[in-house]
């Protein structure tokens, strides 16, 4: 069944939209060696104990991106797959450490997605910005030369967040990257309350100035912080399909949807890193509209809700509105 109504997607990695196929394809350009011998055998190993488990294949996996041509190519493909899941909007993360850290420039990487998504806007109508994510598993001092150098790159950037192993790396480590970050104008969001716990939520507000917050589910132990982002309407992220590859949940019946939604949040669906977790955008709107009998009006309800916690212009909001 087509969208109802646009959605915006606010939480995509874009190096999570690298298909096995595309893989095989960009080690065959560059004459690199991969452990697998066809993208099903590759894909066979997609069963993840955890998020540490997803992490390490999909660092793995990135090795293959190594030209701006790359980038674009990996992001023309997802702009291509998003239009036909009804996404008309796009926010999305890239991690210019995985990449300078294998001797790729953040300048060689943001020219790529930039330039491809100048061409989904024109082609396809899709408005989007780019959001540089601090791996909060490598120390600070590398997330402050990673700004400098997106900073430096001469593309436009949308914002700063934080993601990668959650557990054990606190969101208050990175308060004066995100202060930085500010200060250049850049928006704030973090993945927090994934596999972490709440408190982790409360200190990406407090000390990071998070205006969204990626997953979020965790929210749920703590009754005053789920009270605190109904009343300050600070957003959240949900990925159903992925909270059930990486085990937060058993299915995604089980995801707090009803419970949050009913909270009087401002949730969100979206689709964290697609080529991985068995489906985009319109597959984890059908997941979550099977799982609970969503009505056509709660569906419309989660695609305002993706409006409203968007960073597009004004004039871009009461267009998709
Ligand atoms: N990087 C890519 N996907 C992620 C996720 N779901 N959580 C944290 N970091 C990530
Ligand atoms: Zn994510």
Known sequence: ?????????????????????????????????????????????YDFANLQGFLDLYYENMGVLRTEDDFAHLAEAYFLRAHRAGVAHVELFVDPQAHTARGVPAATVLRGLDRAARAAEERLGITSGIIACVLRDEPVASAQRMLDEVLDAGVPLLGIGLDSAEVGHPPRLFRDVFARAADAGLRRVAHAGEEGPADYIREALDELGAERIDHGVRALDDAALVERLARERIPLTLCPLSNVRLRVVDDVARLPFRTLLEAGLVVTVNSDDPAYFGGYLDDN?????????????????????????????????????
């Open 1 to 45: 069944m087509p969208s109802p109504l646009p959605f915006c997607e606010l939480h995509l990695h874009i190096e999570g939209t690298l298909e096995p196929a595309t893989i095989f394809e960009l080690a065959a350009r560059h004459g690199a060696t991969l452990r697998d011998a066809t993208p099903d055998e590759l894909a066979a190993r």
């Open 285 to 321: 709107v059908a997941a979550l509209r099977n799982a609970f009998a969503l009505t056509d009006d709660e569906v419309r309800l989660l695609a305002r809700n993706s409006v409203e916690a968007s960073f597009a212009s004004d004039a871009r909001r009461d267009e998709l509105l």
